[in-house]
Nanobody, 123 residues
Framework: QVQLVESGGGLVQPGGSVRLSCAAA????????MGWYRQALGKERELVAT???????DYADSVKGRFTISRNNAKNTVYLQMNNLKPEDTAVYYC?????????????????WGQGTLVTVSS
């Protein structure tokens, strides 16, 4: 089973910082694009940030200037540094990979999701 494993969620006070990590299983050889999405209670899942293998990034307007996405291509790992957190950032954060080369057998998957990690911003 192809896996992405998130870590780093938890409870943080408003104005605080959290760093999320997402590591790909050994069965994942390469990913064209990796990113983070989030889903708040009662709302639809939404894009937070994405990064391509060449380093091009895209952010939701609501997180620009506060969140930074980065990745380690050699380890197929993606990170999300979240600063100046607000209560409205509270959500389950999901790691996503698109254009995923996996093995065995060698094949390309359209996308893979992680299981999610909860970030709660509250005083």
């Amino acid at each position: 089973q192809v896996q992405l494993v998130e870590s780093g969620g938890g409870l943080v006070q408003p104005g605080g910082s959290v760093r999320l990590s997402c590591a790909a299983a050994d069965t994942i050889v390469d990913c064209n694009e990796m990113g983070w999405y989030r889903q708040a209670l009662g709302k639809e899942r939404e894009l937070v940030a994405t990064i391509t293998s060449s380093g091009s990034t895209d952010y939701a307007d609501s997180v620009k200037g506060r969140f930074t996405i980065s990745r380690n291509n050699a380890k197929n790992t993606v990170y999300l540094q979240m600063n100046n957190l607000k209560p409205e950032d509270t959500a389950v954060y999901y790691c996503n990979a698109r254009g995923v080369l996996v093995t065995p057998p060698l094949r390309v998957l359209e996308q893979v999701w992680g299981q999610g990690t909860l970030v709660t911003v509250s005083s």
